[in-house]
Every structure is written in structure tokens, then in C-alpha cells.
């Protein structure tokens, strides 16, 4: 198993060309450095940036993940916390939820959300081979050192993987060698399906997963 040392973390995105060339071909690519606000309290890993993402320089750029849809919604939670909430049952939820949802369409946007809201951005895997975007094609892996970055950053108080892919590596990585030294994270730690388009469940099914990250947010759906 091949850990590389956490790259020096960064509150901006990586510049896009470096990453850019190899996105998309068998050639080995890299991931960003982690994203890190200057309160960070969860930390969200993924797999490996997409090829999108890779093109773009930030994390979760594909049209199509709800990444982004579930921090605009959360940052409108944080700006108006006496809004009634959202009822992910009723027929209209996915419009309803729209309503409650800050557009962040540019990297600014979306990193300023990240800072407001304290939460930090990473992935399980440093690089690996990867023709696509995929993670079934992910292979020839390298690791990111996650335990040495949550050592780092003793605010971060929850840990979350965004997928099964991510999990599963996570267990790889760095969960099951730390039980096996009976010891164990820092934080406590969160499995929450994958915001992928390759992900099919509804928007207001996905969200109801993802309001668990609330309490370690400091944000609640309603307050009276």
C-alpha cells in the first residue's frame, strides 16, 4: 500500500493547467491539494477528481453532481436559519428545495461557500491510472495520508466519504490499519452516498442523507 504525504492545503483552487493534459488519457493523474478553510469542522473526501473536474480545477465540476446543489441549500440554511423547512416527502420537494438553494456556479462562489459553511475538501486517492472518469477504472493507486492531514486540522470534528468507491478505499487505507493497531480517527466518521450522476437515487432522498452533516455544521432545517 503507497501513502504520499498531504499536499500543502490551500482555501483557492489549484490552477486548472497543470492537471488539464493528462485528465483524460491512461497516462497516471493527480489529484488536487486538499481544501482546507481557515475553521474547517468536516471533511469531505471523495474518490479522485473527474475528468471535468481535472479540466476545471476544483472539485465536483460535472453539471450533473448534486455536490454543489446540497452546499448551495446548506449555505441558504446558515443565511436564513428562520426559514421553514423543506418536507423531502411532498411531491414537490425537488422544486421546494430549489427554492432553498444558493446558485454557486463559479469556483469563487463555491469556495466562498466552503469557507462560510467550514467545510474542507479532499480525496482518499493522491493519483492513481484512470482512463475516464470512472472509479471502476481506477487502478495503480497511490493514497492520500488522511489521518496525517485530520492531525493537522484538530477542528475538523467530522469525517465524511461522498460514495461507496471513497468508503471503501477509506476502509483500505487508513481504517483498517488503524484497527488493526487498535487505535482509531481522530473525529468521528461518516459514509453518505455519492452526489455522482452515475448515482441515481432523487435529489430530496440524497439530501435527506446529507442533513446528518448539520449538527458538526452548526445548522439546523428550522429554528423557532
Known amino acids: 500500500m503507497r501513502f504520499v504525504k498531504t499536499p500543502k492545503a490551500s482555501s483557492t483552487a489549484p490552477a486548472p493547467a497543470e492537471h488539464t493534459a493528462r485528465a483524460a488519457s491512461t497516462e497516471r493523474i493527480v489529484g488536487f491539494a486538499p481544501f482546507i478553510p481557515p475553521q474547517p469542522r468536516v471533511l469531505i473526501l471523495g474518490s479522485m477528481p473527474s475528468v471535468k473536474s481535472l479540466e476545471q480545477g476544483f472539485y465536483y465540476a ?36 430549489a427554492e432553498q438553494t444558493i446558485a454557486l456556479l463559479t469556483v469563487a462562489a463555491r ?94 432522498v440524497l439530501l435527506r442523507s446529507y442533513y446528518q452533516l448539520l449538527p458538526a455544521l452548526g445548522l439546523s432545517r428550522a429554528k423557532s
Not at 455536490?67 to 422544486?95: K, N, T
Open 62 to 97: 460535472h453539471p450533473r453532481n448534486r455536490f454543489f446543489r446540497i452546499i448551495g441549500h446548506f449555505l441558504f440554511l446558515q443565511r436564513h436559519p428562520q426559514c421553514p423547512p423543506v418536507d423531502l416527502d411532498s411531491p414537490q420537494a425537488s422544486e421546494l428545495i
Open 111 to 204: 469556495q466562498e461557500a466552503l469557507n462560510s459553511l467550514g467545510i474542507a475538501l479532499y480525496d482518499v486517492i493522491y493519483s492513481c491510472v484512470r482512463p475516464g472518469s470512472l472509479d471502476s477504472n481506477i487502478r495503480d493507486v497511490e493514497y492520500s495520508d488522511i489521518l496525517g492531514l485530520l492531525q493537522e486540522q484538530p477542528h475538523i470534528k467530522l469525517l465524511v466519504t461522498n460514495g461507496s468507491f471513497a468508503a471503501q478505499a477509506l476502509q483500505r487505507s487508513t481504517l483498517r490499519p488503524l484497527q488493526k493497531q487498535a487505535a482509531s480517527l481522530p473525529c468521528s466518521y461518516l459514509s453518505l452516498p455519492s452526489t455522482s450522476p452515475a448515482n441515481t437515487i432523487k435529489l430530496p
